[in-house]
Nanobody, 123 residues
Framework: QVQLVESGGGSVLPGDSLRLSCTAS??????MAWFRQPPGKEREFVAA????????IYTDSVKGRFAMSRDNAKNTVYLQMNNLKPEDTAVYYC??????????????????WGQGTQVTVSS
């Protein structure tokens, strides 16, 4: 019964920052994640966070630039994206699920998906 809605995308210059938000219609105990799909490429994992603890994981290409956080009271997760690069251009999707270890960074580990928000980084 959970619905996810992303916001915060846009068109920016290289080096700029954006913060994406994903709000759930109801409370959830699920793991939350961000995926992205660059033009002409497969959907790929970006970051994930657990509800009960503050642990986060990131794909190597965004470590040190992106930070995921969660506000459980607002049923919202965020993805702060700094020093954006053209290769970050993609549709970004919020996802919710209860993945096992082997599917934690796979789209197969998540059941609920948002509609996506476009991020474009170009000069």
């Amino acid at each position: 019964q959970v619905q996810l809605v992303e916001s915060g995308g846009g068109s920016v210059l290289p080096g700029d920052s954006l913060r994406l938000s994903c709000t759930a219609s109801g409370s959830t105990f699920n793991t939350m994640a961000w995926f992205r799909q660059p033009p002409g490429k497969e959907r790929e994992f970006v970051a994930a966070i657990w509800r009960s603890v503050s642990n986060t994981i990131y794909t190597d290409s965004v470590k040190g630039r992106f930070a995921m956080s969660r506000d459980n009271a607002k049923n919202t997760v965020y993805l702060q994206m700094n020093n954006l690069k053209p290769e970050d251009t993609a549709v970004y999707y919020c996802a919710s699920g209860q993945p096992i270890l082997s599917t934690r960074t796979s789209a197969r580990g998540y059941r609920i998906w948002g509609q996506g928000t476009q991020v474009t980084v170009s000069s």
